[in-house]
């Protein structure tokens, strides 16, 4: 197996590590869930922003230009997720389609910068002392990508069985979500009290 495979394997793994990582798939699924299936295009600007957002943190933090503590961004974590879970409650399903510039965009590449730092401290931990890092962050880089594409791809599915197949209203599917994983990332919060 390559140093590129291996990277890429664990970025893959690492969002999509429902145990460890499901703070990362809760955040993917809150920008998500205002979308359905049609509205494909716009989920592709949501993922490419988190993904250019956290690509630049991500980078700075392992090549060791900035340093954020751990147990800071371990706790804006859950800050992004509950905000972006929380102003959905807010959206109306009229102005979800219209406009070409939207919220949740600036919240994806915005948050996507503080999960970035989130990423780094595994990343550094595995790079360890290694001089070449270029290859292996790009290879961490698409993994994650990869990761947070297959995430979206599920999620659409069981948003289409819901809404387009068994009518579940996307108001409510949208309501419903977002108030439980705005719940969970209070719990989360609680939980990651730095002070």
């Not at 140093?3 to 460890?20: C, R």
């Not at 716009?42 to 988190?50: N, P, R």
């Not at 340093?67 to 979800?96: A, C, G, M, Q, Y």
């Not at 990761?147 to 419903?176: C, E, N, P, T």
Request: hydrophobic share 55%; net charge positive; charged share 15%.
């Amino acid at each position: 197996m390559s140093e590129f495979s291996l990277y890429f394997g664990l970025g893959k793994d690492h969002i999509l590590d429902y145990v460890n990582g499901y703070d990362h798939i809760l955040f993917v699924v809150a920008l998500c869930t205002i979308y359905l299936v049609r509205d494909w295009r716009k989920i592709l600007i949501l993922v490419t922003a988190f993904t250019i957002g956290h690509s630049i943190t991500l980078a700075l933090a392992t090549l060791r230009l900035i340093s954020v503590s751990p147990d800071f961004i371990e706790f804006l974590i859950p800050l992004t997720i509950f905000i972006t879970s929380f102003s959905n409650l807010f959206r109306k399903e009229e102005s979800i389609g219209r406009g070409k510039m939207q919220i949740n965009y600036a919240f994806a590449l915005l948050f996507g910068l503080i999960h970035g730092l989130g990423f780094s401290n595994f990343l550094r931990s595995l790079l360890g002392k290694e001089s070449n890092i270029v290859s292996p962050l790009l290879a961490f880089n698409l993994g994650l990508e990869l990761g947070q594409i297959i995430v979206v791809i599920l999620f659409l599915a069981v948003s289409y069985i819901l809404v387009d197949l068994m009518k579940v209203s996307r108001r409510d599917l949208k309501l419903v979500l977002s108030s439980a994983i705005a719940g969970i990332a209070l719990v989360l919060l609680k939980d990651r009290v730095f002070w």
